[in-house]
């Protein structure tokens, strides 16, 4: 199977920046606590759009500052 590389969820870097915890942004951004971790442990397989949107707004952040993609080693 072709190896294409990954996406890395930063969702715990821009929460310290913003000195929000998890629970916090659930609320702001209208997410369910299991939603939540499974991105936060880069366990997500698929990620709704509407969902980056919300994290985004309630992060106050752009999306390359929450996702970042590893090239293939």
């Known amino acids: 199977m072709e190896n294409y590389g990954s996406i890395e969820v930063k ?3 821009m929460l310290e920046k913003r000195n929000l915890s998890k629970n916090k942004l659930c609320f702001k ?8 971790n ?14 980056l949107c919300r994290i985004c707004f309630a992060l106050d952040c752009d999306i390359s ?5 590893k090239k293939p080693e």
């Not at 951004?29 to 939540?36: D, V």
């Not at 499974?38 to 969902?51: H, M, P, Q, S, T």
């Not at 500052?65 to 993609?69: G, H, S």
């Open 11 to 13: 969702i715990d870097e």
């Open 29 to 36: 951004a209208q997410l369910e606590r299991k939603q939540l």
């Open 38 to 51: 499974k991105l936060y442990k880069n366990e997500a397989v698929r990620i709704d759009f509407g969902v």
């Open 65 to 69: 500052d929450i996702l970042i993609y």
